[in-house]
């Protein structure tokens, strides 16, 4: 990564930090056997170092920004066991970062540092009760506990400004991640047979994606045939398929942290039946509509409103509904998502659209008494003037998707 942009990020980070206000970062911690090391999104986002245990520490005073690192200490007699850590030297060369010390000195240093603290932020969001405390959440309890007079605060109210909006090296990122996403998709549409089970689906997928070089994906995909399809979040992928299911997908690559989420459905037979047809003709309809109203200074809001309205009348149409009130029997999520580092990315549901935002776009239509789960999704680059489909590749219309289904044999 050019060194330039991991500066502008550090500096955009102090520039929004008051005197007396210290950023306390955690990479994540080191994998257990079997997984592979996926670096924390924050602490990437400021440093671009893919090494466990770290600390990334900003903090200002006198109108003056410090930037420093505290990484692990490198023991010569491990290192024909683990191999080599990486020095303070190579730290400094990769992060642009001068001040590298060893994790062994950061209690020290940073006990110092919050003599003079008033507020102090760090990456201590939890999703639930039920989440697991992390040293980060360790270090907030001894913090609080010595030194009672610190504010301490989670660091999203300084993080959602920067990563919201994304810059060239991060859009590239994204487009990768769709590209080596459309690769598996494609071996999928080309492959699958009735029969065949849905984890036979996945592993195309993990294959055609980590041969490219991304050791993740961005989250647990969905492979759902059938009646799974009218389940939003299937992730069991261990049911045989029909012979004229559809599947549904819902997956995307991890390319250097950044995030593809795609949904393709597609007849496992390699034709549609008129019914099918239908139900997924009025989802394609609305996925391109509502694609055509993104724009800089639309909501999300605006984009989930108008989705429902258009939903609501394709019920009608499929005669599924008599009454407007049901249509979330068939439909009971949004249509979109900031996408970035993390899924669903930093920024609010109700968040208004600006340049170098990344959102789906996701209608569907699920009907489990029909054996119909239809969801088509695609990511959109929120542009100066519209919006760039970045996913455009990746077949969606009837004809297309047919013709990329090759049977063997």
């Known amino acids: 990564m050019d060194k330039k942009i991991l500066q502008k990020r550090r500096n955009d980070l102090g520039n929004q930090l008051q005197n007396n206000e210290v950023v ?3 990479a994540q911690s080191a994998p257990a056997y079997p997984r592979y090391f996926l670096q924390d999104n924050n602490f990437l986002y400021f440093t671009d170092l893919e090494i466990p245990d770290a600390v990334f520490v900003a903090e200002k005073n006198q109108d003056k ?3 420093s690192l505290f990484i692990d200490r490198g023991i010569p007699e491990m290192v024909v066991w683990e191999g080599a850590k990486l020095s303070p030297k190579e730290a400094a060369e990769i992060s642009a970062i001068d001040q590298v010390h ?3 000195e950061f209690k020290w240093n940073l006990s110092r540092t919050l003599q003079a603290t008033k507020k102090c932020y760090l990456n201590i969001k939890v999703q639930s009760l039920d989440s697991d405390l992390k040293k980060q959440h360790k270090l907030s309890a001894e913090i609080k506990q010595k030194f009672p007079y610190i504010i301490l605060q989670d660091i999203s109210d300084l993080i959602i400004p920067l990563r919201n909006i994304k810059d060239k090296y991060e859009i590239n ?4 991640a769709i590209e080596h996403t459309r690769e598996g998709i494609i ?3 080309k492959n699958a ?5 849905e984890y036979e689906l996945e592993a195309l997928l993990n294959y055609e994606i980590m041969r490219r070089g991304d050791m993740h994906l961005g989250f647990k995909p969905i492979i759902a045939s059938g009646k799974n399809a009218a389940t939003l979040h299937y992730i069991d992928n261990n049911c045989r398929i029909g012979k004229n299911d559809l599947i549904l997908l819902d997956v995307g690559a991890l390319h250097k942290n950044y995030n593809a989420d795609i949904s393709r459905t597609f007849p496992v037979a390699g034709k549609f039946t008129d019914r099918q047809a239908e139900v ?5 309809k609305i996925n391109k509509a509502i694609i055509e109203k993104v724009k800089p200074g639309i909501s999300l809001t605006a984009l989930n409103e108008a989705t429902v309205e258009m939903i609501t009348a394709s019920l009608f149409k499929l005669k599924l509904i008599s009454d407007k009130s049901e249509y979330r029997k068939y439909y009971m999520h949004s249509v979109s998502h900031h996408l970035g580092m993390d899924t669903h990315d930093v920024g609010s549901r109700v968040s208004v659209l600006e340049p170098g935002n990344v959102i789906t776009v996701e209608p569907g239509i699920y009907i489990p008494d ?5 969801r088509i999704e695609d990511d959109i680059l929120v542009t100066e003037k519209g919006y760039e489909n970045l996913s455009v590749d990746i077949p969606k219309e009837i004809d297309d998707l047919v013709a990329a289904i090759i049977k063997r044999g």
């Not at 990122?173 to 990768?176: A, F, S, T």
């Not at 047979?193 to 089970?197: V, Y």
């Not at 997924?280 to 394609?284: A, G, H």
């Not at 029909?370 to 239809?374: A, K, L, M, P, R």
């Open 24 to 26: 306390i970062i955690f």
């Open 65 to 67: 920004v410090n930037f």
């Open 102 to 104: 060893h994790l062994d």
């Open 173 to 176: 990122c994204i487009k990768k």
């Open 187 to 189: 071996s999928i549409l």
């Open 193 to 197: 047979e009735p029969g065949m089970m």
């Open 280 to 284: 997924y003709e009025e989802v394609l």
């Open 370 to 374: 029909e054996n119909i789960g239809v």
